[in-house]
């Protein structure tokens, strides 16, 4: 297939504009070899898993960590919200650095950063020290992510091979955190805490050493400066919406610093996008996500990962405190779940988006997920796992793999190569945004209904080995009924939305943005 400047396929009818004599074509500084391609597949997806099973790995394994660590029930929290801050935070600046600098050197370094404060905080001896070393991971995770996927979508052109390629990194988006879970349970189970972060280097080195030998890359555009306002206006908005949401677990909605925290990051979230009409370089162009399809994409991933990480949450206290199920069972109880989003981005997603639109893959998969967390509603203190938490877990997982695949493939699709990092750190951050604040939104709805239940139902000390895991599961049902809420909100995004055709049928999955723009 031919391309024009921008490095993406021509229109049909266009003429090809010639490169000059002597100049190399553009995909071959943009691609690996043919031979290589689906090796250095390998490569980006290892970084890609890393990154997010790092994510709820380390849940599981939360409750040895406290104890060894004598860390507070109220601080516990920062064990994740520190990971997801980081995250979050910067994805943005590190797309734009992975523009500027070039994909291939930012995957390297956010590999080799992300081994070495996972190794820093696999030796922390307080508290303080881990959560340090998790604010790092999200730190160097806001590097890698965006430079993985900034490199799939430049390897793979062709439509068919790249929806094999986006099929298996969506898959790994979605069943990463699944997976977390699974190693979570063994290596706690079977050997410490610990090894939950150092797990990481080995991992690490094999990417490292994979990316240097087959991934290619062109240099970065140096020409470009860094947005530090939009920096700091954007990082700083999203930090304090999450820290305000991670907060409001402990404090409830209504407190002081939980107000001004989600006050002055709508503020500064406002002001950002003032800016970044405004700016000469911008952190995110406005021409990135002014297309209708592509901001689509990232409000439906955004409102589909609230609902999703939420149920991770709940059904991993549901299984161990309720259920009384050790780590690695609670662990290996999701591997339904992991399978059902693999099949259903690598099987059905894969084979099916080169010949429809997007939304026909999206709008049923966001109701799958829909109707698998209100079968999740229906659960009590007393559930049995094959009879009623297996097929919801299968729905929800199903419906998830028929989601996150087309996402990936159609928000990042029909954007200039100088602007492909900071088009897939907006993906990433989506995800990641929505994580926390979901998990921090719905945690606080539970653990308040549990509460108010406690309240209303125990009358008398001998009440408590019935009202308490009651209360625990109602105040889990009532936030999963938000939950399904919020994923239907997603799935009439995705109908309304995103309205590319087929890319098989020569209609862009994205307005392509040329660089002139800027």
């Not at 490169?19 to 500084?29: K, R």
């Not at 908005?237 to 939980?258: F, I, Q």
């Not at 893959?361 to 829909?370: C, E, F, I, K, S």
């Not at 796992?385 to 793999?401: C, Q, R, V």
Request: glycine share 10%; with cysteine; proline share 7%.
């Amino acid at each position: 297939m031919s391309t024009g400047r921008t490095g993406e396929p021509s229109e049909p009818g266009e003429p090809d504009e010639p490169p000059p004599a002597g100049t190399p074509p553009e995909d071959a500084t943009e691609a690996v070899a043919d031979a290589h391609r689906w090796w250095a597949l390998v490569v980006i997806a290892l970084a890609q898993l890393m990154v997010v099973l790092d994510a709820t790995i380390v849940n599981i394994a939360l409750p040895s960590a406290q104890h060894a660590l004598h860390i507070s029930d109220g601080n516990r929290q920062w064990v994740i919200t520190a990971y997801s801050l980081g995250f979050g935070g910067l994805l943005l600046l590190g797309g734009r650095i992975a523009d500027l600098v070039g994909r291939k050197r930012t995957f390297v370094i956010g590999l080799v950063g992300f081994a070495a404060v996972s190794a820093f905080g696999g030796a922390a001896t307080s508290s303080g020290m881990l959560f340090g070393a998790r604010a790092l991971q999200g730190v160097f995770a806001a590097v890698l992510a965006p430079s993985a996927l900034s490199l799939l979508t430049t390897t793979f052109t062709d439509p068919r091979e790249r929806g094999k390629a986006f099929g298996v990194y969506g898959a790994l988006a979605g069943s990463g955190s699944a997976i977390g879970f699974v190693v979570g349970g063994v290596l706690t189970e079977y050997l410490n805490w610990r090894w939950c972060l150092y797990v990481n280097v080995p991992i690490a080195v094999v990417a490292v050493l994979g990316a240097v030998t087959l991934l290619h890359d062109r240099p970065g555009h140096r020409e470009a400066r860094l947005d530090i306002p939009g920096v700091l206006l954007g990082c700083g908005g999203l930090v304090a919406v999450v820290y305000g949401c991670a907060e409001a677990e402990p404090r409830g909605w209504t407190a002081p610093l939980v107000l001004a925290l989600l006050a002055t990051g709508v503020l500064l979230l406002a002001v950002f996008v003032w800016w970044q009409r405004r700016a000469p370089s911008p952190l995110l162009p406005p021409h990135v996500i002014r297309d209708r399809t592509r901001a689509g994409c990232f409000l439906t991933m955004t409102l589909a990962v609230v609902g999703l990480f939420g149920m991770f949450l709940f059904m991993t206290y549901y299984l161990q405190v309720i259920l009384g199920y050790s780590p690695l069972k609670a662990g290996l109880a999701f591997l339904p779940l992991t399978a059902a989003i693999v099949t259903g981005s690598t099987q059905i997603s894969a084979r099916l988006l080169p010949h429809v639109p997007p939304r026909v893959l999206m709008v049923p998969g966001t109701l799958l997920a829909t109707a698998g967390l209100l079968l999740l509603t229906r659960m009590t203190a007393h559930s049995s796992y094959a009879g009623e938490i297996l097929p919801a877990l299968l729905l929800a997982g199903l419906g998830m793999g028929l989601t996150f695949m087309p996402i990936f493939a159609t928000a990042t699709a029909g954007v200039a190569p100088r602007d492909s990092g900071v088009t897939s750190a907006t993906v990433n951050t989506s995800q990641q945004v929505g994580g926390s604040i979901g998990t921090a939104l719905l945690n606080t709805i539970a653990t308040s209904t549990a509460t108010a239940y406690v309240t209303a139902h125990l009358h008398s000390p001998a009440q408590k080995p019935t009202v308490l895991p009651a209360a625990v599961v109602h105040g889990y049902t009532v936030a999963i009924w938000v939950a399904a809420a919020i994923m239907l909100l997603a799935c009439l995004t995705a109908a309304l939305m995103v309205t590319a055709g087929a890319p098989k049928d020569g209609v862009r999955t994205g307005t392509p943005v040329t660089e002139s723009v800027r």
